[in-house]
Nanobody, 123 residues
């Protein structure tokens, strides 16, 4: 199983980025997918998740209304559209997959992880 995250970069406050995660080696449309983020010295933090069909999404309060997660089961991909970015959004962003519900926000519940992509928001 492999998850490949991409799309990170440097953006100014108020800007936008779109992250993508490509999955292989799993029956993608059976998996709940999620995005987490982590900064040095801090624990990995839940950002968003999406159910297998794409009809159910769950967001951390800190990103609600600014970030949108979507998936394309035909392409085995999930996206995270990030708008109105703030310096506090600066982190390495990881995609994750598991056969669990969207509300499982603790990293310990997720078994499969991608390698991470850096997002930096300058003030």
């Amino acid at each position: 199983v492999q998850l490949q995250a991409s799309g990170g970069g440097l953006v100014q406050t108020g800007g936008s980025l779109r992250l993508a995660c490509s999955a292989s080696g799993l029956t993608f449309d059976k998996y709940t997918m999620a995005w987490f983020r982590q900064t040095p010295g801090k624990e990995r933090e839940f950002v968003a998740s999406i159910g297998w069909s794409g009809s159910v999404t769950y967001y951390a309060d800190s990103v609600k209304g600014r970030f949108t997660m979507s998936r394309d089961n035909a392409k085995n991909t999930v996206d995270l559209e990030m708008n109105d970015l703030e310096p506090d959004d600066t982190a390495v962003y990881y995609c994750a997959a598991d056969l669990i519900g969207t509300a499982f926000s603790a990293p310990k519940y997720w078994s499969t992880w991608g390698q991470g992509t850096q997002v930096t928001v300058s003030s």
